[in-house]
Every structure is written in structure tokens, then in C-alpha cells.
């Protein structure tokens, strides 16, 4: 698929990363070129028939073709599509709420697949563990290690990327509805509701108690 460049182009000791491509991959989303430089949050994108390597100290990452990624220095967000690792440094790689980390300092190869929201880990060489957290940042806390698995060597699992998903709001949602989750402005709400309630059932013509009787 893809020539491996020399070991002295490839990466260093300091961490440094290297995009090779052959055609058909976009780098920030821009045609990326034969071999690139890569940073933590650089994003990219295989299209069909196209495929790219990452490579740095210790670890290869083969990118498939329609798969999307963003490279974090000591990981590989996966957005979707697929990605086979080949590592002795622990390199992760994270699919929603799924983390998946080798189980030993050896040689490990895996392949994630990320496709319709669900995550399937492969162990081709050595183990992995898949850990999934939940989107509740309370309940993360509390079962951090609780929900760890192990793939062995020659086995294959799944899982689903949005782990707990009902119990998370996004950001942009907690900023529209804020406001109305707020227990003092919903009181404030109901009292300001119950006023106008009162105003239009209590409001006649004439005044209940007048100041002047009627005369019978």
C-alpha cells in the first residue's frame, strides 16, 4: 500500500510523526502531500481507494480508505472508518467513549473498526483491553476501570462508541436550556404564569366588592 520510509525520516527519539500518502488524502482538509509533518489535533481523511501511514517511534498506524482521524501524539481518535496499529509503545486508539490500550509493553497489533456507531476491536498480535466510559462524566468517575475487557490474541469484539449517550447534554445544548433547568427561574416562571392566570379570571367590568351598593 504504502513504501515505509527509511527509520531516520520515518521519526526520532522526540516523538515527531510522519505522514506518508499515496494520493486521494486530505490533511486538514487539504490534498496532503507525499509525506507530511504531523501535530496533535491534525486531522486526516482516506477517500475511497486512497489509504495513508502514520508513522513515529515505536508505532505504525495504517489508515484505510473513507476513514476519518485526528492524531493526538500518543493516540489516534478514530471518527470513522478503520485503522491497524502496530506498536510497542502502548499506542491507543479512541472511538467515542471506547479506549483501546495494548495489555502488555510487547509488540502489539490491532485493528478498530468504527463503522454506524459501532466499534469492533481485532487482536492480531498479543493482547488489548477496550475500556468504555460512560458519557456521564459522575458515572465515569465512579466506574472508571469497572467496564474494561480483554481482547485476546486471535479474538474479536464490539462495542457501541456512545456508552451511557442518554445521560449526556452537549455543550451547545447546556447552553439553550441552561436557563429553564434552573430551579429559581422556573419558580419564577410558574409564579410569573400564575399572576397572569389570576389577572385575566379576576378582571370584570365591574368591581366585585363596589364602593356604592346597588340599590334593590
Excluded at 508505532?59 to 484505510?64: G, P, Q, R
Excluded at 502489539?108 to 498480535?125: F, P, Q, S
Excluded at 458519557?135 to 476501570?145: G, L
Aim: hydrophobic residues 40%; aromatic residues 4%; contains cysteine.
Amino acid at each position: 500500500m504504502i513504501a515505509t520510509l527509511p527509520a531516520s525520516l520515518a521519526a526520532d527519539d522526540n516523538g515527531a510523526a510522519i505522514l506518508q500518502s499515496n494520493g486521494g488524502v486530505l490533511l486538514n482538509g487539504n490534498p496532503a502531500p507525499a509525506t507530511a509533518a504531523l501535530f496533535p489535533r491534525d486531522t486526516i481523511e482516506t477517500q475511497p481507494m486512497a489509504a495513508a501511514r502514520v508513522e513515529l517511534t515505536g508505532s505504525a498506524i495504517d489508515i484505510s480508505p473513507e476513514t476519518l482521524v485526528e492524531f493526538e501524539g500518543d493516540e489516534i481518535v478514530l471518527e470513522h472508518g478503520r485503522v491497524s496499529v502496530n506498536t510497542s509503545r502502548a499506542f491507543r486508539v479512541r472511538a467515542g467513549c471506547v479506549i483501546v490500550t495494548p495489555a502488555n509493553p510487547t509488540w502489539t497489533r490491532y485493528d478498530v473498526t468504527d463503522v454506524d456507531g459501532k466499534v469492533t476491536v481485532a487482536a492480531l498480535k498479543s493482547d488489548v483491553n477496550i475500556d468504555t466510559r460512560s458519557a456521564n462524566p459522575q458515572e465515569a468517575k465512579r466506574a472508571a476501570n469497572a467496564r474494561r475487557v480483554s481482547v485476546h490474541e486471535g479474538e474479536q469484539k464490539s462495542r457501541e462508541e456512545k456508552c451511557g449517550a442518554a445521560n449526556f447534554r452537549p455543550p451547545g445544548a447546556a447552553a439553550q436550556n441552561g436557563i429553564l433547568d434552573s430551579p429559581y427561574t422556573l419558580g419564577a416562571a410558574l409564579a410569573v404564569a400564575g399572576g397572569l392566570t389570576c389577572w385575566a379570571l379576576c378582571r370584570t367590568d365591574d368591581p366585585i366588592s363596589p364602593s356604592t351598593p346597588n340599590p334593590r
